[in-house]
């Protein structure tokens, strides 16, 4: 400060003349501009050209989210506050209001640069599987929230001249206000927190929420909010905190098995049940899947039909095979030698209980595969076989009337 008087001095210009202050503070800023230019124009741009042409992931996402740059203007204004503390006098209106300025210019940028470095960690969290498991978009949301509201309270505190320390004692009373206007951060960040600590939901998982209509993929967790990318390739929002209170389903078990469940029944018309005549049992021993099944099942029948006094005369004292039974050892048979269906996992044909819309015969089984196109072509390929054989078992598939049946109808009665 000395030194710049006896400069100003040589000059003809007084330290306390108002034409001191003016060149005091244009000599700070033109430093902060010579440093401006220094910083920004050459070695972040040198740095720049470095990043684009090297291959190295983590340059190119610190350069794409400005951490650089905004350190620089941060170091702009320490340097800016450093001048106005050690060239203009101690206590005078020039300094206090240039230091001040400065002061708030470093919360600003400290503050931006702390959001650009959680920025950086979360671009480079997504090369690291692990990552995948936390909902990391809304954590870091949630602590560039607290931080926004910390550094407010010391700007405010800055512009007031009093210690933050009071500040905060006094937003005790306003707590209820807080935590209404605040509600869903605080919600969203508690559900974020519970959703990671249990494994419940991730990016890329399938979920199936009726109640908000999605059902597809989850390409964002927020801290308020939870983005689903539905099949039709609409986008569902949900409020972050509904998936800890609501009931959502998350289909990456599936997935991660790597089986898909088929359950789809076929309606059997109950009046085509029957035993088969020897004449069918004889065309469908010639069946390669079901000729072990049949003798089997043939030598068993004439051993319990051999034992006691029993009238073949009469059906009721004889067992004997129907054709719904062998058409269910025949599906059985062929899940179980089919190419796309899992052998390790539970496969079976079974009975639901008859109803007006016949006996219900129920494929219950999982595919090789959980890609969507693959196993619809798989379960729609096995079902043509279905329809297609039920007929050589001589049952018939059970179908409301249409209007073919109707004026069939129609025309016997007419003739």
Not at 151 to 179: F, T
Not at 262 to 283: G, V
Request: proline share 3%; net charge positive; aromatic share 8%.
């Amino acid at each position: 400060m000395q030194q710049l008087a006896t400069f100003l001095k040589q000059y003809g210009i007084e330290p306390d003349h108002p034409t001191s202050l003016i060149v005091i503070v244009g000599i700070i800023f033109l430093t902060a501009l010579i440093v401006h230019f220094i910083l920004h124009r050459i070695v972040l741009r040198a740095f720049e050209r470095r990043a684009q042409g090297s291959s190295r992931l983590w340059l190119q996402i610190i350069t794409g989210n400005k951490l650089f740059h905004r350190l620089a203007f941060m170091l702009q204004g320490m340097i800016v506050n450093l001048q106005a503390v050690l060239w203009l006098e101690k206590g005078s209106d020039a300094a206090l209001i240039l230091s001040t300025c400065a002061q708030l210019w470093v919360m600003i940028y400290a503050l931006m640069s702390f959001f650009s470095l959680l920025d950086v960690i979360a671009g480079l969290s997504h090369r690291f599987a692990f990552a995948a498991q936390f909902p990391l978009k809304g954590i870091f949301q949630g602590v560039k929230l607290l931080s926004a509201i910390v550094i407010g309270i010391m700007m405010i505190s800055l512009l007031i001249g009093k210690s933050p320390a009071i500040l905060i004692s006094g937003l005790g009373a306003m707590a209820a206000v807080l935590m209404l206007v605040f509600k869903d951060p605080i919600l969203g960040l508690v559900a974020g927190i519970q959703l990671s600590a249990n494994t419940m939901l991730k990016l890329g998982d399938w979920l199936e929420m009726p109640k908000y209509g999605a059902d597809g993929a989850v390409i964002d967790i927020g801290l308020t909010t939870v983005k689903v990318q539905n099949w039709d390739n609409t986008i569902t929002t949900i409020p972050t905190y509904a998936l800890v209170s609501d009931a959502f389903k998350n289909w990456s078990g599936m997935s991660a098995s790597g089986g898909r469940r088929i359950k789809r029944c076929i309606n059997i018309d109950t009046t085509s049940i029957r035993f088969l005549s020897d004449a069918e049992h004889e065309k469908l021993m010639q069946a390669r899947l079901l000729k072990p099944y049949m003798a089997a099942r043939q030598e068993e029948i004439n051993s319990w039909n051999g034992q006691g006094d029993v009238a073949a005369a009469s059906v009721l004292n004889q067992r004997g095979m129907t054709n719904v039974g062998t058409f269910r050892a025949y599906l059985t048979e062929y899940l179980r030698q089919h190419p796309s269906i899992r052998k390790d996992m539970t496969q079976m044909v079974r009975q639901l209980a008859p109803g007006a819309e016949g006996l219900p015969i129920e494929i219950y089984a999982f595919t090789n595969t959980v890609a969507w196109l693959e196993y619809e072509s798989i379960q729609a390929d096995i079902f043509d076989h279905v329809f297609a054989v039920v007929g050589e078992f001589g049952l018939r598939v059970h179908q409301a009337p249409t209007g073919s049946d109707v004026r069939a109808i129609a025309g016997i009665a007419s003739s």
